[in-house]
C-alpha cells in the first residue's frame, strides 16, 4: 500500500475528489461530470448514473456529453501517472459509438497506454448492461510545469 506521503500532489487530489474532501472545478459541477470511483497507477474507474439531463435524443445520453466524460476521465487517470513536475493539455480525442449510451448506470474504464517524454495516450471504454457501447482514445501533451 502506498503511503500519503509517498502520493504526488495530483494523486492526493485525485483521492480528495473521491473521497469528497475535496471540492469538484465549477465546470465538472456545471457539466455534471460525475467523479472517479476507484484507481490505481495507469487506471481508473468510474460507476455513473447517467440522467435524462444529459440526452438530446429521448433516452440516448447525447454525444457531445459523451466527448466531455472522456475528457474528464483522461484527464482524471492521467492525475494516477503524472509526477509533480508535470502537467498536461489534450490535444486530440477520437471517439468510436458502438450503441447508444442510455440514461441509467454505467462503468467508465480508463487506462494510460503510454506515457512518454512529451506525450502521453488514454484509451476510454463504456461500459453499460455488460454491453462496451464505446471507446475513445486521447493524446495528451506533457508539459513542465512553469
Do not use: N
Request: net charge negative.
Amino acid at each position: 500500500m502506498t503511503s500519503v506521503a509517498e502520493l504526488t500532489k495530483t494523486q492526493r487530489y485525485l483521492d480528495g475528489l473521491i473521497a469528497g474532501t475535496v471540492p469538484s472545478p465549477p465546470v465538472v459541477e456545471r457539466l455534471l461530470l460525475p467523479d472517479a470511483t476507484e484507481w490505481s497507477p495507469g487506471s481508473l474507474t468510474a460507476l455513473v448514473e447517467l440522467t435524462d439531463e444529459v440526452t438530446l435524443t429521448p433516452g440516448v445520453v447525447f454525444g457531445g456529453y459523451i466527448g466531455c466524460l472522456v475528457d474528464h476521465f483522461a484527464g482524471l487517470v492521467m492525475m494516477t501517472v503524472l509526477p509533480d513536475e508535470l502537467t498536461f493539455l489534450t490535444s486530440e480525442i477520437t471517439i468510436s459509438f458502438r450503441a447508444p449510451l442510455r440514461p441509467g448506470p454505467a462503468r467508465v474504464e480508463a487506462t494510460v497506454r503510454r506515457f512518454g517524454r512529451r506525450q502521453a495516450y488514454v484509451d476510454i471504454e463504456f461500459h453499460q448492461d455488460g454491453v462496451r457501447t464505446g471507446s475513445a482514445s486521447v493524446e495528451q501533451i506533457l508539459r513542465k510545469v512553469s
